[in-house]
């Protein structure tokens, strides 16, 4: 009879992971604990039939008073095993974890702050909804720890291989593509550590709390499991939309999942929460509920249905194409203009010149800013020739195609503020000089 022996030491966890440790720690420790249930000793190890489902394991991992709901239950039995902190799991005088040099081991490898960690200590291992826990199994059986047939699960009768390196401590799973391919060739000439030491490290702004990261890895694996069949199902979705201020549902085509500047998206065609178009970037944190629909369904919109029928459903690949060269903006759905900034000549020499924003980013003399003006300008075409005239010859001048309120496209802008100024379109200067009056207002006050 197999049995599972190891300590939660921070190179097992990171190979439960399969990305990265600091986002997904509390999962991989969770998948620690699993495998003591399922493999373990006598003291540990359930006593389940084979095959079991996840309701035998839940009947018999938690007490019988367990509640069976949706929702992460409460603490309703301190000898419930939802009931322990990830501190008491960890540091049970069973696994001889010395807490010293686990935690210096563990923050070394993946920068996690004391702070962060103390703070995950203390949170209930499995005091998570019943569907984190089914997304358990499902990644428990793709690692190779169990077979897995339709609803039922088998023990296996030979663990999986543990990948290690020759060289490092921790293994590194075979990495996402990166979409730039120039970045990938440097992640992966320096992904493994020098002389055993990590010298690549890479920032990524990610802006999910970690209470939401537990429900963004439900939806990323109910979406796995979803285009694994065929064919792959629309969806119906809760979504708590910024853009219109309130949950709406809307019938969908799951097409791919995307990490944009700070979060996660699932690029869904379909309904969408304006109302307008066919697409729609949802941010998989504020997706509520999800709910797998049939193409018989009868509230499917009818051009969903006719691509379905027609064998035309998008892809990715169509995506891709629309972010990389049509223009810049992650909302490739939206209406694409020619915009005109206009740099400081210094600013634009030191952080602009020289760098890759899109392809349409591109600089143009001082006439051809006229022109540009002259070509694309309707009725404000004077008004707007006034403002540049107004400027500086020396400055900098840059034209791009954009997409109409893309959140992204504004959020840089507003980044390099007060060092450019948006000359044409007019709509969109016109919306940065109310922002900037509103802003100047913070700072109004009088300190003589």
């Given at each position: 009879?197999?049995?599972?022996?190891d300590?939660?030491?921070p190179?097992?966890?990171?190979?439960?992971?399969?990305?990265?440790?600091?986002?997904?720690?509390?999962r991989?420790?969770?998948?620690?604990?699993?495998?003591?249930?399922?493999?373990?000793?006598?003291?540990?190890?359930?006593?389940?039939?084979e095959?079991?489902?996840?309701?035998?394991?839940?009947?018999?991992?938690?007490?019988?008073?367990?509640?069976?709901g949706?929702?992460v239950p409460?603490?309703h039995?301190?000898?419930?095993?939802?009931?322990?902190?990830?501190a008491?799991?960890?540091?049970?005088?069973?696994?001889?974890?010395?807490?010293?040099?686990?935690?210096?081991?563990l923050?070394?490898?993946d920068e996690?702050?004391?702070?962060?960690?103390?703070?995950?200590?203390?949170?209930?291992?499995?005091?998570?909804t019943?569907?984190s826990?089914?997304?358990?199994?499902?990644?428990?059986?793709?690692?190779?720890?169990?077979?897995?047939?339709?609803?039922k699960?088998?023990r296996?009768?030979?663990?999986?291989?543990?990948?290690?390196?020759e060289?490092?401590?921790?293994?590194?799973?075979?990495?996402?593509?990166?979409?730039?391919?120039?970045?990938?060739?440097?992640?992966?000439?320096?992904?493994?550590?020098?002389?055993g030491?990590?010298?690549?490290?890479?920032?990524?702004?990610?802006?999910?709390s970690?209470?939401?990261?537990?429900?963004?890895?439900?939806?990323?694996?109910?979406f796995?499991?979803?285009?694994?069949?065929?064919?792959?199902?629309?969806?119906?979705?809760?979504?708590?939309?910024?853009?219109?201020?309130?949950?709406v549902?809307?019938?969908?085509y799951?097409?791919?999942?995307?990490?944009?500047q700070?979060?996660?998206?699932?690029?869904?065609?379909?309904?969408?929460?304006?109302?307008?178009?066919?697409?729609?970037?949802?941010?998989?944190?504020?997706?509520?509920?999800?709910e797998?629909?049939s193409?018989?369904?009868?509230d499917?919109?009818?051009?969903?249905l006719?691509?379905?029928?027609?064998?035309?459903?998008?892809?990715?690949?169509?995506?891709?194409?629309?972010?990389d060269?049509?223009?810049?903006?992650?909302?490739?759905?939206?209406?694409?203009?020619?915009?005109?900034l206009?740099?400081?000549?210094?600013?634009?020499d030191?952080?602009?010149?020289?760098t890759?924003?899109?392809?349409?980013?591109?600089?143009?003399?001082?006439?051809?800013?006229?022109?540009l003006?002259?070509?694309?300008?309707?009725t404000?075409?004077?008004?707007?020739?006034?403002?540049?005239?107004?400027r500086?010859k020396?400055?900098?001048?840059?034209?791009?195609?954009?997409?109409?309120?893309?959140?992204?496209?504004?959020?840089?802008?507003?980044?390099?503020?007060?060092?450019?100024?948006?000359?044409?379109?007019?709509?969109?200067?016109?919306?940065?000089?109310?922002?900037?009056?509103q802003?100047?207002?913070?700072?109004?006050?009088?300190?003589?």
């Amino acid at each position: 009879m197999l049995q599972f022996e190891d300590s939660p030491q921070p190179e097992l966890l990171q190979w439960l992971a399969r990305g990265s440790l600091k986002q997904n720690l509390l999962r991989s420790i969770r998948l620690w604990a699993w495998l003591h249930s399922l493999y373990g000793n006598n003291q540990h190890r359930l006593l389940l039939e084979e095959p079991f489902t996840f309701a035998d394991w839940r009947n018999a991992f938690f007490s019988a008073n367990h509640p069976r709901g949706e929702t992460v239950p409460p603490v309703h039995d301190t000898d419930c095993a939802c009931a322990k902190t990830v501190a008491e799991w960890i540091l049970d005088p069973n696994w001889n974890v010395q807490e010293i040099q686990w935690r210096k081991t563990l923050q070394q490898h993946d920068e996690i702050s004391t702070a962060e960690l103390n703070e995950l200590l203390q949170q209930r291992l499995f005091g998570v909804t019943r569907r984190s826990l089914q997304a358990d199994l499902h990644i428990l059986a793709e690692l190779g720890w169990l077979k897995r047939q339709e609803t039922k699960y088998y023990r296996v009768q030979e663990f999986p291989t543990l990948p290690r390196s020759e060289n490092s401590i921790f293994y590194q799973p075979q990495a996402v593509p990166v979409l730039n391919p120039d970045l990938e060739l440097i992640a992966q000439n320096l992904s493994q550590p020098l002389n055993g030491v990590q010298r690549f490290f890479m920032e990524v702004v990610y802006i999910v709390s970690p209470e939401k990261q537990e429900r963004v890895e439900d939806w990323q694996e109910h979406f796995k499991l979803l285009w694994q069949e065929n064919p792959v199902l629309p969806v119906r979705l809760s979504y708590q939309s910024s853009r219109v201020k309130k949950t709406v549902g809307c019938i969908v085509y799951p097409v791919c999942i995307y990490y944009a500047q700070r979060a996660v998206y699932l690029c869904g065609f379909g309904q969408t929460p304006t109302a307008k178009g066919q697409w729609y970037n949802y941010r998989l944190d504020k997706i509520i509920e999800i709910e797998d629909l049939s193409w018989d369904d009868l509230d499917l919109p009818q051009f969903l249905l006719d691509s379905h029928q027609k064998g035309n459903l998008p892809t990715p690949d169509e995506i891709q194409i629309q972010m990389d060269g049509v223009a810049w903006g992650f909302d490739f759905y939206l209406e694409h203009q020619v915009m005109l900034l206009r740099f400081d000549r210094q600013f634009s020499d030191y952080y602009i010149e020289g760098t890759f924003r899109h392809q349409t980013f591109q600089s143009i003399s001082y006439q051809d800013a006229e022109q540009l003006i002259l070509k694309h300008g309707k009725t404000d075409k004077q008004q707007l020739l006034k403002v540049l005239h107004s400027r500086s010859k020396t400055d900098a001048y840059y034209r791009l195609k954009y997409r109409e309120g893309d959140t992204n496209v504004e959020l840089r802008l507003r980044s390099w503020r007060p060092k450019v100024e948006v000359i044409f379109p007019l709509k969109m200067r016109q919306k940065i000089a109310q922002e900037v009056q509103q802003e100047a207002q913070f700072y109004s006050e009088n300190w003589s």
